[in-house]
Each structure stands twice: as C-alpha cells, then as structure tokens.
C-alpha cells in the first residue's frame, strides 16, 4: 500500500511539471505595427537552447526559411512554403538569420538568437545581404549586441 501511494505521488508530481522549453510565435506580415512592410514580427527573437519558433503566415503570401551561412556550425537548416506555418526547434546556439524568399530584397527578415553565446556572430554578420535585407539585418544585430552588453 506504501508503494502504491508513493508511486501516486510521483507520477502526479511529474505530470504536473510544466515543460521546460518554450515556443515564440512569429507573425509574417505585410505591414508591422511601426508601420514597416513586409515583416516578420517580433524581428528579433532571443530563446533558450530546446525552445520553438512558429513562424505564422499571418498575412499572404509569405515563408520563413533559413539564410544560408546565418547558422551555427552544424545546425539544420530549415525551409517552410509558401503561407505554411512552420515550426522550428532550435538545440543549438548561435544566431540564426531568417527570410521571407519572395521579400527578402524588400527586408522582410528575422534573427533568432539562442543561448547565452553567439558562437558564430561574427560569420553571420559578414554575410552579404540584398536589398533592404542588409540594413534590416544590421540593426538587429546591432540590437541583440546592445541587448547583450547592459
């Protein structure tokens, strides 16, 4: 009788455990909040090693792809299609440069950084960009270096 009331009390401590990782939702959308077209919404996402970004078609049409070179050493890249809602889990850290294929000159773009370190910053800022997706990039890396200074 013993056993079997402390196998209860196990089992519901255990499912009542929240899970540890966490999911972001991502909107895609043709026009932002600030009144910027074509974006991904928030554009800066900073998560934890083993949390999912779902990347929301809210608006047409849109896709979230990896850009090629903007990933940790090792990490999978990852492609969703045209106004399909994607969800990605990131294991490993580093940042990781997203577009919008048909928006990518427009600016349309996101960078998600997980972890705590960036072990492939200094790579993924070297890639070059089109278009507006160059100065969209550079201020979100400039706002992930201000956020990690203070």
Same mark, same amino acid.
């Given at each position: 009788?013993?056993? %079997? $009331?402390?196998?209860?009390? !196990?089992?519901?401590?255990?499912?009542? !455990?929240?899970?540890?990782?966490?999911?972001?939702? !991502?909107?895609?959308?043709?026009?932002?909040?600030? /009144?910027?077209?074509?974006?991904?919404?928030?554009?800066?996402?900073?998560?934890?090693?083993?949390?999912?970004?779902?990347?929301?078609?809210?608006?047409?049409?849109?896709?979230?792809?990896?850009?090629?070179?903007?990933?940790?050493?090792?990490?999978?890249?990852?492609?969703?299609?045209?106004?399909?809602?994607?969800?990605?889990?990131?294991?490993?850290?580093?940042?990781?440069? !997203?577009?919008?294929?048909?928006?990518? /000159?427009?600016?349309?773009?996101?960078?998600?950084?997980?972890?705590?370190?960036?072990?492939?910053?200094?790579?993924?800022?070297?890639? %070059?960009?089109?278009? %507006?997706?160059?100065? %969209?990039?550079?201020?979100?890396?400039?706002?992930?270096? $201000?956020?990690?200074?203070?």
């Amino acid at each position: 009788m013993l056993k %079997r $009331a402390l196998f209860g009390a !196990v089992l519901s401590a255990a499912v009542a !455990v929240p899970a540890l990782a966490d999911e972001v939702e !991502v909107k895609m959308l043709n026009k932002g909040a600030n /009144g910027d077209a074509m974006v991904f919404e928030p554009a800066l996402i900073k998560i934890k090693p083993g949390d999912s970004v779902r990347f929301v078609p809210t608006d047409k049409p849109h896709n979230a792809q990896v850009v090629p070179k903007m990933l940790p050493e090792g990490a999978e890249a990852f492609e969703g299609g045209m106004n399909e809602e994607i969800t990605v889990t990131f294991d490993q850290e580093g940042v990781y440069g !997203v577009k919008c294929l048909p928006h990518y /000159g427009m600016g349309m773009v996101a960078l998600v950084a997980v972890g705590e370190s960036y072990p492939n910053l200094e790579d993924a800022k070297a890639v %070059r960009h089109m278009g %507006r997706g160059k100065q %969209r990039f550079e201020a979100l890396f400039e706002e992930l270096e $201000a956020g990690t200074s203070s």
